[in-house]
């Protein structure tokens, strides 16, 4: 298994239209060189609440664990404490430690000393058990960085073979490496998380009018068929169990309908915001709605700029073609760009965002609003 520490981009939006601020949140990225799939974890709960301003986050090894080592900063980017996260062969993450330092951390040593740069010009190993320093012979005026290594347990070009576990066959260092390293990540992958997204839609009768606007633009377009909906969640990592919980949560938080109002008709070079409805979400126009997207995002600690929508059609188009189905909007529905209408329910899904037919998206759970 390798991990990154990575950021979790808004799935809706193409990789080339993205901006910095369309980056959800920070994540895990494990890439299991077995089955060469890539994986998602989350970071620790905390490190997702605003009020947990731990930055310039890193994967280490801490005690033949993984572990995640973060740095809070204060004005001027002095740095006022660190936290260390262990994982466990579950992919749960427990606080270890967070301590404050004397001077700037650079990388993990032994099994419980951190190196650092000290200010006087000199490297130092700290213990934060004991929190005794202990100076080393190396001189840090330029030292940005320090890189640790140990003696490897056996030759990786094939000198001193070891045998496999059944005694019969000659096994390299290597793939000692292997049995030994994906013993502990396949477990954290059996528990891995799904992308889901919570949707908020209008009610029967808008649905129906909406519905023939789109079924005009597949005509003349291609592409699939979509239920009419507003995202308030659009792409959110998390385990079954994790996000059921959050979305039953919901029902005594967003409990009332509230009035969805249409700002204009918008297109993008993005495969599923091609051609959407673009809708007010100022607390002036529409308080209840930004209301339901800020109370969503912080139940599911999910934080992103992007404008509420409803997509009329997904697909990649030329720039000519989506100036051509925008007009083609305004024929089908004269009144689309003024319309308003009331959000009855709210319904979580499980999406793929590779599958770009929806044929394996499918309907989690729902709730009416009164």
């Given at each position: 298994m390798c991990y990154w520490v990575g950021r979790e981009q808004h799935k809706?939006?193409?990789?080339?239209?993205?901006?910095?601020?369309?980056?959800?949140?920070?994540?895990?990225?494990?890439?299991?060189?077995?089955?060469?799939?890539?994986?998602?974890?989350?970071?620790?709960?905390?490190?997702?609440?605003?009020?947990?301003?731990?930055?310039?986050?890193?994967?280490?090894?801490?005690?033949?664990?993984?572990?995640?080592?973060?740095?809070?900063?204060?004005?001027?980017?002095?740095?006022?404490?660190?936290?260390?996260?262990?994982?466990?062969?579950?992919g749960s993450w427990t606080k270890h430690i967070t301590f404050d330092p004397t001077d700037e951390p650079l990388a993990f040593w032994k099994s419980n000393e951190i190196v650092m740069n000290g200010r006087n010009g000199r490297i130092l190993s700290y213990n934060p058990g004991t929190k005794k320093l202990n100076y080393l012979p190396i001189q840090s005026k330029w030292t940005k960085s320090v890189v640790v290594y140990v003696n490897s347990i056996v030759s990786v070009l094939g000198g001193n073979n070891l045998k496999s576990r059944d005694n019969s066959t000659p096994n390299t260092g290597f793939s000692l490496f292997k049995y030994f390293s994906l013993s502990f990540g396949h477990s954290m992958v059996e528990k891995k998380s799904h992308s889901y997204s919570v949707w908020a839609f209008p009610s029967d009768d808008m649905s129906l009018r909406i519905k023939k606007v789109m079924e005009g633009l597949r005509v003349e377009f291609g592409g699939s068929k979509i239920e009419p909906h507003i995202t308030l969640i659009g792409s959110i990592r998390m385990t079954h169990e994790d996000v059921i919980n959050k979305f039953r949560s919901l029902r005594s938080l967003v409990i009332s309908s509230f009035e969805a109002k249409v700002n204009r008709v918008v297109t993008r070079s993005s495969y599923y915001q091609c051609v959407s409805l673009l809708i007010h979400s100022s607390n002036k126009v529409s308080l209840e709605l930004s209301y339901a997207i800020g109370v969503c995002g912080g139940e599911f600690q999910f934080w992103n700029d992007v404008r509420p929508h409803l997509s009329l059609l997904y697909g990649y188009l030329t720039e000519e073609e989506r100036k051509k189905a925008q007009e083609r909007v305004s024929i089908l529905d004269e009144a689309i760009n003024s319309l308003s209408f009331p959000v009855t329910r709210l319904a979580l899904y499980k999406i793929g965002y590779k599958d770009t037919s929806l044929r394996s998206w499918e309907k989690i759970a729902e709730y009416p609003l009164h």
């Open positions: 809706e939006l193409d990789v080339f239209d993205a901006s910095e601020e369309e980056f959800i949140r920070n994540v895990i990225i494990m890439f299991d060189t077995e089955d060469e799939l890539f994986h998602g974890m989350m970071l620790p709960d905390s490190l997702y609440d605003r009020n947990e301003y731990f930055f310039g986050m890193r994967l280490l090894v801490w005690n033949q664990s993984i572990a995640l080592f973060g740095v809070k900063t204060l004005g001027g980017g002095y740095v006022a404490s660190i936290g260390i996260w262990v994982m466990d062969e579950f």
